[in-house]
């Protein structure tokens, strides 16, 4: 998928319920990251972008997504933690532009 600046989805709660979600500009980017990313997830090591904290805090607040943050281990010249991002609600993207 192409980078997103505007995404329509459908997301389809445990209880059987859906609900329309349209957003646009970084939040298109990020959630059209997590809903590419499947059960991978996502890391700002691997999908850089200046706030991905920001998105996911954004996303699930504002939005009610269920997004599950994994804490990873990194090595190399700056050692450390990076955050994993994965998309737990299921949301079904009905158009990305």
Request: with cysteine.
């Amino acid at each position: 998928m192409k980078a997103a600046t505007y995404l329509r989805a459908t997301v389809h709660e445990p209880n059987g319920t859906t609900w329309p979600l349209v957003t646009n500009g970084r939040l298109a980017w990020a959630l059209g990251n997590l809903i590419q990313a499947g059960d991978e997830g996502c890391t700002p090591l691997d999908n850089p972008g200046p706030r991905w904290s920001a998105y996911v805090h954004k996303l699930r607040r504002e939005f009610g997504l269920d997004i599950e943050t994994i804490d990873e281990r990194h090595e190399g010249p700056y050692p450390g933690t990076h955050a994993r991002y994965v998309l737990r609600s299921r949301v079904e993207l009905i158009r990305a532009a």
